[in-house]
């Protein structure tokens, strides 16, 4: 019996999920490489995919790849990521997350002005500040759940937006904000006297751009966009890692059941505080990639609207996914930059083929929901997600590729006939 049972194959434990995951290509499994390279092909030809129109058509007012809106996108996107590993793993909603995005982008500021224009030390300072600001409310705001914390944090960021716009003036510049000035003379930037500095990435300046003219189609590529690109890829992939991880897990735990997770004897104010403080973390990286784009900032980037905005990203992306707060990122900064710009002029335009009459009836109804009223339409679009798609545009976009599924299905099996 002895030489049977040592005979017998021993079957290999099966390693858990998480590591197997981790086995693939830059420690990704399938689908997430999948995930990651189709972001990285977007963002790396969004000059291309964001200007579908030729230039001096009537559509090329849709047309957004040019290089201030598409770093809007990146950045926007980087705020969204961040937020939505407290949220979407934890469940805990933050106001109060504009908070971090103004601190990051006044430690930027003050790094530019004071030491260099190399934005890599602006961004890694940026980084710290928000993160160590994230401990220290996390730290008081974590001691409530729901809607208490929400308000908490809410209260935080009011109370920064207001210490920024009066009573920190001399550190902040109060309603007029801080931006690059002739006298500013940064200790490794060796400026002649009276020039006014410019952001660089190791003397590569930020507003360098190339275009490119194909036909009638006119591509901009800015050095600028393409930094901020890198950093957000770089920031998706640790999301990633951070969702397949066992401190995701532990995370996803929090949000599933806290109160059954603490009988089990493991504390979750550890996990919950260090989800803070990454998420404020992201917010800093995203503030300080804003002052590097445009060196300048001012108070309102902390008003609780901010706040409310990466909010709605994340929802109507889709709370929980990997990539549908960078959608929602897109959706609202494409409608405030592009939307907005219609007017009735455009209007006009457009339908200018209709009689007389019926043109301006038309102009009439349609002119509310865009232009000024563009919140309008996003108010209305958010209206039909959390309705319709509560999973946001990541499962709007699943169930029409289920539906190409299903017609694929059907129209490859058999069709069958009875004999005759």
Not at 4 to 20: E, G, H, R, Y
Not at 130 to 143: D, E, M, P
Not at 253 to 268: D, H, I, P
Request: glycine share 12%; net charge positive; charged share 10%.
């Amino acid at each position: 019996m002895t030489e049977q049972a040592t005979n017998t194959p021993i079957a290999k434990p099966k390693a858990p999920p998480s590591i197997v995951a981790s086995t693939g290509f830059l420690g990704l499994n399938r689908k997430d490489a999948t995930l990651l390279a189709l972001v990285v092909v977007l963002t790396m030809l969004a000059p291309f995919i964001l200007n579908p129109f030729p230039e001096g058509s009537g559509m090329a007012q849709f047309n957004a790849g040019y290089p201030d809106l598409m770093q809007r996108f990146v950045i926007f996107g980087i705020f969204a990521i961040g937020f939505n590993i407290l949220f979407g793993l934890t469940g805990y909603l933050s106001f109060g997350h504009a908070a971090f995005l103004g601190v990051g982008s006044y430690a930027a500021i003050w790094m530019m002005k004071l030491v260099t224009l190399n934005i890599i030390p602006a961004i890694i300072l940026s980084i710290i500040f928000a993160g160590l600001f994230a401990l220290l409310v996390g730290f008081i705001c974590l001691r409530r759940s729901g809607i208490y914390f929400s308000i908490l944090t809410l209260a935080f960021a009011q109370m920064s937006y207001a210490l920024a716009y009066s009573v920190l003036t001399p550190i902040t510049g109060g309603e007029t904000g801080l931006q690059i000035k002739a006298t500013d003379r940064p200790i490794l930037s060796g400026l002649e006297p009276g020039e006014i500095g410019r952001a660089n990435f190791f003397g590569i300046d930020m507003r360098t751009s190339y275009e490119l003219s194909l036909g009638d189609w006119l591509f901009t590529f800015n050095a600028g966009y393409y930094i901020a690109a890198v950093v957000m890829l770089l920031s998706f992939y640790l999301s990633i890692r951070i969702f397949r991880s066992p401190f995701g897990m532990m995370l996803r735990a929090v949000k599933s059941n806290q109160q059954r997770m603490s009988y089990t004897g493991l504390n979750s104010k550890p996990y919950t505080l260090a989800a803070f403080v990454i998420s404020g973390m992201y917010a800093g990286l995203a503030g300080g990639l804003m002052v590097a784009m445009d060196t300048q900032v001012g108070p309102e980037r902390m008003f609780w609207t901010a706040s409310g905005e990466v909010v709605l990203m994340a929802i109507l992306g889709g709370v929980g996914t990997l990539i549908g707060p960078v959608l929602g990122a897109g959706m609202i900064k494409y409608m405030e930059n592009i939307i907005s710009k219609i007017n009735e002029t455009i209007l006009h335009q457009w339908f200018a083929f209709l009689p007389d009459g019926l043109e301006d009836f038309v102009v009439s109804m349609i002119y509310p929901f865009i232009g000024k009223g563009w919140h309008l339409t996003l108010g209305i679009v958010f209206m039909l997600v959390v309705i319709f798609l509560p999973g946001g545009l990541v499962e709007g976009g699943q169930k029409i590729a289920g539906l190409f599924r299903r017609k694929a299905k059907t129209d490859d099996t058999p069709s069958k006939t009875p004999a005759e």
